[in-house]
Protein backbone atom coordinates (compact mmCIF):
# COMPACT_ATOMS: atom_id res chain seq x y z
CA UNK A 1 0.00 0.00 0.00
CA UNK A 2 2.42 2.64 1.09
CA UNK A 3 4.56 1.53 -1.98
CA UNK A 4 1.91 1.98 -4.28
CA UNK A 5 1.14 5.82 -2.95
CA UNK A 6 4.69 6.20 -3.53
CA UNK A 7 4.39 5.62 -6.41
CA UNK A 8 1.56 7.10 -7.44
CA UNK A 9 3.26 10.53 -5.52
CA UNK A 10 6.11 10.42 -7.49
CA UNK A 11 4.06 10.68 -10.79
CA UNK A 12 2.68 13.64 -9.30
CA UNK A 13 5.96 14.93 -8.75
CA UNK A 14 7.00 14.37 -11.59
CA UNK A 15 4.69 17.55 -13.27
CA UNK A 16 5.66 19.33 -9.86
CA UNK A 17 9.25 19.32 -10.85
CA UNK A 18 8.72 20.09 -14.69
CA UNK A 19 6.79 23.30 -13.61
CA UNK A 20 9.74 24.18 -11.12
CA UNK A 21 12.31 23.33 -13.86
CA UNK A 22 10.64 25.17 -16.96
CA UNK A 23 9.40 28.16 -14.61
CA UNK A 24 13.20 28.47 -12.92
CA UNK A 25 15.25 28.46 -16.67
CA UNK A 26 12.80 30.73 -18.54
CA UNK A 27 11.94 33.21 -15.95
CA UNK A 28 15.84 33.27 -14.77
CA UNK A 29 16.10 34.47 -18.82
CA UNK A 30 13.23 37.06 -19.13
CA UNK A 31 13.72 38.60 -15.63
CA UNK A 32 16.75 39.90 -17.07
CA UNK A 33 15.05 41.94 -20.00
CA UNK A 34 12.29 43.37 -17.78
CA UNK A 35 14.92 44.72 -14.85
CA UNK A 36 17.50 46.29 -17.50
CA UNK A 37 13.55 47.90 -18.74
CA UNK A 38 12.71 48.60 -14.80
CA UNK A 39 16.14 50.73 -14.86
CA UNK A 40 15.58 52.01 -18.77
CA UNK A 41 16.66 56.28 -18.84
CA UNK A 42 13.72 55.87 -21.64
CA UNK A 43 10.74 56.42 -19.60
CA UNK A 44 7.71 54.43 -22.05
CA UNK A 45 10.03 51.60 -21.21
CA UNK A 46 10.75 52.06 -17.46
CA UNK A 47 7.00 52.96 -17.23
CA UNK A 48 6.27 49.85 -19.39
CA UNK A 49 8.58 47.21 -17.22
CA UNK A 50 7.23 48.34 -13.67
CA UNK A 51 3.95 48.37 -14.40
CA UNK A 52 3.75 45.14 -15.70
CA UNK A 53 5.72 44.25 -12.38
CA UNK A 54 3.13 46.40 -10.65
CA UNK A 55 0.37 44.15 -11.67
CA UNK A 56 2.12 40.86 -11.58
CA UNK A 57 3.56 40.59 -8.17
CA UNK A 58 -0.01 42.85 -7.06
CA UNK A 59 -1.91 39.83 -8.34
CA UNK A 60 -2.47 36.55 -6.62
CA UNK A 61 -0.75 33.41 -8.95
CA UNK A 62 -3.49 31.29 -8.69
CA UNK A 63 -5.57 33.95 -10.35
CA UNK A 64 -3.35 34.78 -12.81
CA UNK A 65 -3.30 30.65 -13.73
CA UNK A 66 -7.29 30.94 -14.13
CA UNK A 67 -7.15 34.28 -16.36
CA UNK A 68 -4.31 32.76 -18.74
CA UNK A 69 -6.41 29.06 -19.36
CA UNK A 70 -9.87 30.33 -19.04
CA UNK A 71 -9.35 33.88 -20.61
CA UNK A 72 -8.56 33.41 -24.66
CA UNK A 73 -11.81 31.53 -24.99
CA UNK A 74 -13.55 34.08 -23.51
CA UNK A 75 -12.21 37.22 -25.73
CA UNK A 76 -11.90 34.92 -28.90
CA UNK A 77 -14.59 32.59 -29.56
CA UNK A 78 -13.56 29.58 -30.91
CA UNK A 79 -9.70 29.80 -30.10
CA UNK A 80 -8.47 26.26 -29.21
CA UNK A 81 -7.73 26.23 -25.56
CA UNK A 82 -4.35 26.01 -24.31
CA UNK A 83 -3.23 22.64 -22.47
CA UNK A 84 -4.06 22.63 -18.92
CA UNK A 85 0.06 22.46 -18.31
CA UNK A 86 0.53 25.78 -20.76
CA UNK A 87 -1.59 27.20 -19.41
CA UNK A 88 0.40 26.88 -16.11
CA UNK A 89 3.68 27.10 -17.10
CA UNK A 90 3.06 30.84 -19.04
CA UNK A 91 1.53 32.11 -15.97
CA UNK A 92 3.98 30.69 -13.74
CA UNK A 93 6.54 32.26 -16.18
CA UNK A 94 5.54 35.74 -16.55
CA UNK A 95 4.41 35.63 -12.86
CA UNK A 96 8.57 34.57 -11.52
CA UNK A 97 10.25 36.61 -14.07
CA UNK A 98 8.32 39.74 -12.52
CA UNK A 99 9.97 38.84 -9.07
CA UNK A 100 13.13 37.50 -10.56
CA UNK A 101 13.56 41.24 -12.50
CA UNK A 102 12.79 42.48 -9.13
CA UNK A 103 16.03 40.74 -7.72
CA UNK A 104 17.82 41.47 -10.59
CA UNK A 105 17.25 45.44 -10.35
CA UNK A 106 18.12 45.56 -6.77
CA UNK A 107 21.52 43.26 -7.41
CA UNK A 108 22.32 46.02 -9.97
CA UNK A 109 21.47 48.48 -8.68
CA UNK A 110 23.26 47.91 -5.27
CA UNK A 111 26.82 48.07 -7.23
CA UNK A 112 28.55 51.40 -6.08
CA UNK A 113 28.74 53.80 -8.71
CA UNK A 114 32.54 53.72 -8.21
CA UNK A 115 32.94 50.74 -9.20
CA UNK A 116 31.74 51.51 -12.87
CA UNK A 117 33.64 54.73 -12.65
CA UNK A 118 36.62 53.68 -12.10
CA UNK A 119 36.27 51.09 -14.95
CA UNK A 120 35.25 53.90 -17.05
CA UNK A 121 38.72 55.29 -16.36
CA UNK A 122 40.32 52.03 -17.31
CA UNK A 123 39.20 52.75 -20.21
CA UNK A 124 36.33 49.90 -19.92
CA UNK A 125 33.75 49.24 -22.70
CA UNK A 126 29.82 49.02 -21.42
CA UNK A 127 30.14 45.77 -21.97
CA UNK A 128 33.15 44.89 -20.37
CA UNK A 129 32.05 47.03 -17.05
CA UNK A 130 28.92 44.82 -17.17
CA UNK A 131 30.23 41.45 -17.45
CA UNK A 132 34.02 41.39 -16.24
CA UNK A 133 33.41 44.22 -13.37
CA UNK A 134 29.80 44.37 -12.24
CA UNK A 135 28.43 40.70 -13.10
CA UNK A 136 29.76 38.64 -10.45
CA UNK A 137 29.32 41.40 -7.69
CA UNK A 138 25.91 41.26 -8.57
CA UNK A 139 25.54 37.29 -9.05
CA UNK A 140 27.21 37.55 -5.41
CA UNK A 141 24.07 39.93 -4.13
CA UNK A 142 21.20 37.81 -5.41
CA UNK A 143 22.11 34.86 -4.27
CA UNK A 144 20.28 34.53 -0.82
CA UNK A 145 17.42 36.47 -2.25
CA UNK A 146 17.46 33.96 -5.41
CA UNK A 147 17.56 31.31 -3.19
CA UNK A 148 14.09 32.45 -0.74
CA UNK A 149 12.38 32.72 -4.51
CA UNK A 150 13.36 29.70 -5.89
CA UNK A 151 12.15 28.09 -2.55
CA UNK A 152 9.16 29.45 -2.69
CA UNK A 153 8.47 28.58 -6.66
CA UNK A 154 8.99 24.82 -5.35
CA UNK A 155 5.67 24.96 -3.29
CA UNK A 156 3.79 27.57 -5.19
CA UNK A 157 3.64 24.87 -7.96
CA UNK A 158 0.74 23.63 -6.75
CA UNK A 159 -1.57 26.22 -7.07
CA UNK A 160 -1.19 24.73 -10.55
CA UNK A 161 -4.12 22.52 -9.54
CA UNK A 162 -6.16 25.31 -10.01
CA UNK A 163 -6.61 24.41 -13.34
CA UNK A 164 -6.23 20.44 -12.71
CA UNK A 165 -2.81 19.79 -13.27
CA UNK A 166 -1.80 16.44 -11.77
CA UNK A 167 1.16 17.33 -9.47
CA UNK A 168 1.28 15.95 -6.05
CA UNK A 169 -0.79 17.30 -4.12
CA UNK A 170 -3.67 16.92 -6.09
CA UNK A 171 -2.74 13.01 -6.55
CA UNK A 172 -2.44 13.07 -2.50
CA UNK A 173 -6.06 14.65 -2.63
CA UNK A 174 -7.31 12.05 -4.88
CA UNK A 175 -6.51 9.27 -2.43
CA UNK A 176 -9.16 10.59 -0.07
CA UNK A 177 -12.08 10.26 -2.86
CA UNK A 178 -10.90 7.05 -4.17
CA UNK A 179 -10.01 5.25 -1.29
CA UNK A 180 -10.64 7.47 1.90
CA UNK A 181 -6.96 7.51 3.13
CA UNK A 182 -5.94 11.25 3.84
CA UNK A 183 -2.35 10.07 4.89
CA UNK A 184 -0.94 10.46 1.55
CA UNK A 185 -1.94 14.02 1.48
CA UNK A 186 -0.21 15.00 4.54
CA UNK A 187 2.84 12.37 3.22
CA UNK A 188 3.18 14.67 -0.02
CA UNK A 189 4.90 17.29 2.64
CA UNK A 190 7.86 15.02 2.55
CA UNK A 191 8.62 15.02 -1.16
CA UNK A 192 8.41 18.95 -0.63
CA UNK A 193 10.68 18.65 2.43
CA UNK A 194 13.02 16.79 0.91
CA UNK A 195 13.57 18.58 -2.53
CA UNK A 196 13.73 22.03 -0.79
CA UNK A 197 16.44 20.61 1.15
CA UNK A 198 18.57 19.50 -1.61
CA UNK A 199 18.47 23.12 -3.52
CA UNK A 200 18.81 24.50 0.44
CA UNK A 201 22.25 22.65 0.28
CA UNK A 202 22.84 23.68 -3.46
CA UNK A 203 22.53 27.28 -2.91
CA UNK A 204 24.61 26.85 0.42
CA UNK A 205 27.60 25.20 -2.13
CA UNK A 206 26.88 28.34 -4.67
CA UNK A 207 27.61 30.70 -1.55
CA UNK A 208 30.58 29.44 -0.35
CA UNK A 209 32.08 29.29 -3.95
CA UNK A 210 31.56 33.18 -3.80
CA UNK A 211 33.09 33.69 -0.59
CA UNK A 212 36.54 34.36 -1.61
CA UNK A 213 35.41 37.99 -2.40
CA UNK A 214 33.43 40.52 -0.51
CA UNK A 215 31.33 43.85 -1.98
CA UNK A 216 31.19 46.45 0.24
CA UNK B 1 60.25 83.87 -18.72
CA UNK B 2 61.11 81.56 -21.84
CA UNK B 3 59.08 78.89 -23.36
CA UNK B 4 59.63 75.33 -22.23
CA UNK B 5 58.27 72.62 -24.44
CA UNK B 6 54.35 72.76 -24.64
CA UNK B 7 53.18 72.09 -21.76
CA UNK B 8 51.33 67.95 -21.46
CA UNK B 9 48.10 68.95 -20.19
CA UNK B 10 46.08 72.92 -20.91
CA UNK B 11 42.88 73.46 -19.15
CA UNK B 12 41.15 76.75 -20.65
CA UNK B 13 38.46 78.47 -18.77
CA UNK B 14 36.70 75.31 -17.97
CA UNK B 15 33.07 75.45 -16.56
CA UNK B 16 30.83 73.65 -15.11
CA UNK B 17 27.04 73.84 -13.56
CA UNK B 18 24.75 71.39 -12.01
CA UNK B 19 21.40 72.95 -13.12
CA UNK B 20 21.83 76.07 -11.56
CA UNK B 21 24.53 75.67 -8.99
CA UNK B 22 27.82 76.49 -10.78
CA UNK B 23 30.64 74.29 -9.54
CA UNK B 24 33.35 76.46 -11.11
CA UNK B 25 34.35 78.65 -13.82
CA UNK B 26 36.80 80.23 -15.91
CA UNK B 27 39.09 77.45 -14.58
CA UNK B 28 42.79 77.96 -16.57
CA UNK B 29 45.76 76.16 -15.33
CA UNK B 30 48.43 73.91 -17.75
CA UNK B 31 50.44 71.13 -16.00
CA UNK B 32 54.46 70.40 -17.91
CA UNK B 33 55.44 67.33 -18.47
CA UNK B 34 57.38 65.57 -15.49
CA UNK B 35 55.76 67.93 -13.00
CA UNK B 36 53.09 67.54 -9.99
CA UNK B 37 50.47 69.80 -9.50
CA UNK B 38 48.30 69.97 -6.03
CA UNK B 39 45.10 71.37 -5.62
CA UNK B 40 44.26 72.63 -2.51
CA UNK B 41 40.97 74.26 -0.95
CA UNK B 42 38.25 73.55 1.21
CA UNK B 43 35.49 71.31 0.69
CA UNK B 44 32.45 72.24 -1.91
CA UNK B 45 35.15 74.83 -3.92
CA UNK B 46 35.24 72.07 -7.26
CA UNK B 47 37.88 70.60 -7.26
CA UNK B 48 36.80 66.59 -7.21
CA UNK B 49 34.15 67.67 -10.41
CA UNK B 50 37.05 69.42 -11.38
CA UNK B 51 39.26 66.01 -11.37
CA UNK B 52 35.91 64.43 -12.45
CA UNK B 53 35.74 66.55 -15.81
CA UNK B 54 39.10 65.70 -16.73
CA UNK B 55 38.20 62.16 -16.60
CA UNK B 56 35.06 62.84 -18.33
CA UNK B 57 33.26 61.67 -15.96
CA UNK B 58 31.60 64.66 -15.83
CA UNK B 59 31.14 67.23 -19.22
CA UNK B 60 31.90 70.43 -18.81
CA UNK B 61 29.90 73.61 -20.03
CA UNK B 62 32.43 75.54 -20.90
CA UNK B 63 35.91 75.59 -21.96
CA UNK B 64 38.61 73.01 -23.52
CA UNK B 65 40.62 70.46 -22.26
CA UNK B 66 43.99 70.15 -24.19
CA UNK B 67 46.53 66.86 -24.14
CA UNK B 68 50.02 67.00 -25.97
CA UNK B 69 48.91 69.76 -28.26
CA UNK B 70 45.43 67.72 -29.14
CA UNK B 71 42.37 69.26 -28.22
CA UNK B 72 39.91 66.54 -26.40
CA UNK B 73 37.07 68.35 -25.26
CA UNK B 74 35.75 71.73 -26.78
CA UNK B 75 32.54 72.39 -24.88
CA UNK B 76 31.98 74.14 -28.45
CA UNK B 77 32.55 71.66 -30.54
CA UNK B 78 30.36 69.02 -30.43
CA UNK B 79 32.65 66.98 -32.51
CA UNK B 80 34.92 66.11 -29.69
CA UNK B 81 31.97 65.16 -27.36
CA UNK B 82 31.43 61.71 -29.16
CA UNK B 83 30.62 58.73 -27.04
CA UNK B 84 32.49 56.44 -28.98
CA UNK B 85 35.62 58.96 -28.81
CA UNK B 86 35.63 59.38 -25.06
CA UNK B 87 36.72 56.04 -23.97
CA UNK B 88 39.90 56.41 -25.40
CA UNK B 89 40.54 59.92 -23.98
CA UNK B 90 40.30 58.96 -20.48
CA UNK B 91 43.18 56.51 -21.23
CA UNK B 92 45.08 60.13 -21.03
CA UNK B 93 43.93 60.30 -17.55
CA UNK B 94 44.51 58.28 -14.80
CA UNK B 95 42.22 58.61 -11.90
CA UNK B 96 42.97 57.09 -8.52
CA UNK B 97 39.89 57.67 -5.77
CA UNK B 98 39.13 58.61 -2.43
CA UNK B 99 37.13 55.45 -2.15
CA UNK B 100 39.67 52.96 -3.85
CA UNK B 101 37.11 51.50 -6.00
CA UNK B 102 39.31 48.22 -6.29
CA UNK B 103 37.37 45.30 -8.35
CA UNK B 104 36.51 43.32 -5.55
CA UNK B 105 36.00 39.85 -7.06
CA UNK B 106 39.79 40.09 -8.31
CA UNK B 107 43.03 39.74 -6.93
CA UNK B 108 45.50 42.92 -6.61
CA UNK B 109 47.65 41.24 -9.24
CA UNK B 110 44.41 40.87 -11.58
CA UNK B 111 42.66 44.43 -10.57
CA UNK B 112 46.24 45.79 -12.12
CA UNK B 113 46.37 43.35 -15.31
CA UNK B 114 42.42 43.36 -16.09
CA UNK B 115 42.12 46.52 -18.22
CA UNK B 116 45.67 46.60 -19.86
CA UNK B 117 44.68 42.66 -21.16
CA UNK B 118 40.59 44.41 -22.34
CA UNK B 119 42.90 47.21 -24.30
CA UNK B 120 45.91 44.84 -25.76
CA UNK B 121 42.79 42.49 -27.46
CA UNK B 122 41.51 45.69 -29.40
CA UNK B 123 45.10 45.70 -31.25
CA UNK B 124 45.46 44.51 -34.62
CA UNK B 125 47.56 41.30 -34.58
CA UNK B 126 46.11 40.04 -31.17
CA UNK B 127 45.58 37.15 -31.26
CA UNK B 128 49.36 35.96 -33.25
CA UNK B 129 51.12 38.03 -30.39
CA UNK B 130 48.69 36.83 -27.57
CA UNK B 131 51.10 35.29 -25.38
CA UNK B 132 53.82 38.05 -25.48
CA UNK B 133 51.23 41.05 -24.91
CA UNK B 134 49.85 38.61 -22.05
CA UNK B 135 53.65 38.14 -20.57
CA UNK B 136 54.80 42.02 -20.93
CA UNK B 137 50.64 42.51 -18.91
CA UNK B 138 52.10 40.72 -16.04
CA UNK B 139 55.73 41.49 -15.76
CA UNK B 140 54.26 45.05 -15.96
CA UNK B 141 51.89 44.57 -13.12
CA UNK B 142 54.44 43.36 -11.02
CA UNK B 143 56.72 45.39 -11.43
CA UNK B 144 53.94 48.06 -10.56
CA UNK B 145 53.08 46.37 -7.17
CA UNK B 146 56.34 46.28 -6.35
CA UNK B 147 57.29 49.76 -7.17
CA UNK B 148 54.12 50.68 -4.32
CA UNK B 149 55.69 48.17 -2.24
CA UNK B 150 53.21 45.69 -2.92
CA UNK B 151 54.96 42.06 -4.32
CA UNK B 152 53.97 40.04 -1.12
CA UNK B 153 50.71 40.74 -1.88
CA UNK B 154 50.13 40.18 -5.72
CA UNK B 155 47.42 37.27 -4.93
CA UNK B 156 45.40 39.23 -1.96
CA UNK B 157 42.09 40.32 -2.53
CA UNK B 158 41.05 43.60 -1.52
CA UNK B 159 39.14 42.77 1.32
CA UNK B 160 42.22 40.97 2.85
CA UNK B 161 44.16 44.97 2.16
CA UNK B 162 44.36 47.35 4.57
CA UNK B 163 43.17 50.66 2.90
CA UNK B 164 46.41 51.90 2.50
CA UNK B 165 47.35 48.66 0.77
CA UNK B 166 43.97 48.97 -1.40
CA UNK B 167 44.97 52.81 -2.42
CA UNK B 168 48.23 51.60 -3.73
CA UNK B 169 46.91 48.73 -5.82
CA UNK B 170 44.76 51.70 -7.49
CA UNK B 171 47.79 53.76 -7.77
CA UNK B 172 49.24 50.78 -9.61
CA UNK B 173 45.94 49.64 -11.56
CA UNK B 174 45.87 53.45 -12.96
CA UNK B 175 49.58 53.59 -13.75
CA UNK B 176 48.92 50.19 -15.83
CA UNK B 177 47.50 51.94 -18.74
CA UNK B 178 49.82 54.85 -19.33
CA UNK B 179 48.09 57.31 -18.62
CA UNK B 180 49.33 61.10 -19.70
CA UNK B 181 48.48 62.65 -16.23
CA UNK B 182 47.62 60.71 -13.25
CA UNK B 183 44.75 62.47 -10.86
CA UNK B 184 44.23 61.66 -7.27
CA UNK B 185 41.42 62.35 -5.74
CA UNK B 186 41.98 63.02 -1.70
CA UNK B 187 43.53 59.99 -2.14
CA UNK B 188 44.64 59.36 1.59
CA UNK B 189 41.14 61.01 3.41
CA UNK B 190 39.51 57.86 3.63
CA UNK B 191 42.35 56.55 5.58
CA UNK B 192 43.41 56.51 9.20
CA UNK B 193 46.21 58.62 9.75
CA UNK B 194 48.56 55.43 10.25
CA UNK B 195 48.38 54.58 6.50
CA UNK B 196 47.90 58.21 4.97
CA UNK B 197 51.98 57.94 5.12
CA UNK B 198 52.97 54.74 3.10
CA UNK B 199 50.16 56.23 0.62
CA UNK B 200 52.00 59.70 0.32
CA UNK B 201 55.60 57.81 0.15
CA UNK B 202 54.73 56.04 -3.33
CA UNK B 203 53.18 59.13 -4.31
CA UNK B 204 55.82 61.42 -3.60
CA UNK B 205 57.96 58.25 -5.02
CA UNK B 206 55.88 58.73 -8.36
CA UNK B 207 57.22 62.91 -8.20
CA UNK B 208 60.76 61.65 -8.01
CA UNK B 209 60.45 59.54 -11.19
CA UNK B 210 59.05 62.63 -12.88
CA UNK B 211 55.37 61.20 -13.34
CA UNK B 212 52.77 63.84 -14.12
CA UNK B 213 50.38 64.08 -11.42
CA UNK B 214 47.26 66.44 -10.63
CA UNK B 215 46.59 66.07 -7.10
CA UNK B 216 43.92 67.15 -5.37
CA UNK B 217 44.39 66.57 -0.99
CA UNK B 218 44.58 68.09 2.01
CA UNK B 219 47.65 67.50 3.27
CA UNK B 220 49.39 70.60 3.01
CA UNK B 221 52.73 69.42 4.07
CA UNK B 222 52.82 66.66 1.66
CA UNK B 223 51.90 69.37 -1.02
CA UNK B 224 54.59 71.20 -0.08
CA UNK B 225 56.86 68.50 -0.37
CA UNK B 226 55.46 66.48 -3.47
CA UNK B 227 54.33 69.65 -6.01
CA UNK B 228 55.46 71.85 -8.45
CA UNK B 229 52.90 74.25 -8.08
CA UNK B 230 49.54 74.65 -6.14
CA UNK B 231 46.76 75.81 -6.63
CA UNK B 232 44.57 77.39 -4.24
CA UNK B 233 40.71 77.01 -5.58
CA UNK B 234 37.99 78.29 -3.57
CA UNK B 235 34.18 79.01 -4.32
CA UNK B 236 35.11 77.76 -7.82
CA UNK B 237 37.64 79.20 -9.05
CA UNK B 238 41.38 79.32 -8.79
CA UNK B 239 42.36 82.25 -6.42
CA UNK B 240 45.66 81.54 -6.52
CA UNK B 241 48.66 79.32 -7.82
CA UNK B 242 52.36 79.36 -8.35
CA UNK B 243 55.07 77.59 -6.67
CA UNK B 244 54.55 76.05 -3.06
CA UNK B 245 57.15 78.26 -1.68
CA UNK B 246 54.50 81.09 -2.43
CA UNK B 247 51.37 79.92 -2.55
CA UNK B 248 51.47 77.86 0.68
CA UNK B 249 54.62 79.12 2.76
CA UNK B 250 53.95 82.74 1.56
CA UNK B 251 50.06 83.05 0.05
CA UNK B 252 49.25 86.36 -1.55
CA UNK B 253 46.25 86.45 -1.00
CA UNK B 254 43.85 86.90 1.92
CA UNK B 255 41.59 84.25 1.11
CA UNK B 256 44.86 81.93 0.90
CA UNK B 257 46.44 83.00 4.00
CA UNK B 258 42.53 82.11 5.99
CA UNK B 259 42.36 78.98 4.64
CA UNK B 260 45.76 78.02 5.55
CA UNK B 261 45.52 79.27 9.10
CA UNK B 262 43.10 77.30 9.94
CA UNK B 263 45.01 74.24 8.56
CA UNK B 264 48.16 74.85 10.25
CA UNK B 265 46.44 75.62 13.04
CA UNK B 266 45.49 72.03 12.95
CA UNK B 267 49.03 70.75 12.30
Known amino acids: MFWNVTLKLFEGFSQTLLIFILTLVFSLILGLPIAFGSMSRFKPLRWLSRTFVWIIRGTPLML ?84 NEILTLVKDTSLARIVAVKEIIWVGQEFIASRALLWPLFYTGVFYLVFCGILTLVFGKIEEKLDYFKVQ | MAEKENPILEVKNLSKSFGKVEVF ?38 GQIVVKGNCLFDADDSSTQQEKDIRHKRLHFGLVFQSFNLFPQYSAFRNVTLAS ?72 SALDPELTGEVLKVIKSLADLNTTMLIVTHEMSFARDVADTVAFMDAGSIVEQGPPSQVISNPKQARTRQFLERYLGNN
Open chain 1, 64 to 147: QVIIVFYGPALIWEGISPLSRMAAVLIAFIINYSAYFSEIYRGGIEAIPKGQYEAAQTLGMTRKQIFFKVVLLQVVKRIVPPMS
Open chain 2, 117 to 188: ELLAKEQPGYSSNRGRLIKEIQERAEYLLGQVGLSDKLNNYPHELSGGQQQRVAIARALAVNPDILCFDEPT
Open chain 2, 25 to 62: SDICFAIEKGSAMAVIGSSGSGKTTLLRCLNFLETPEH
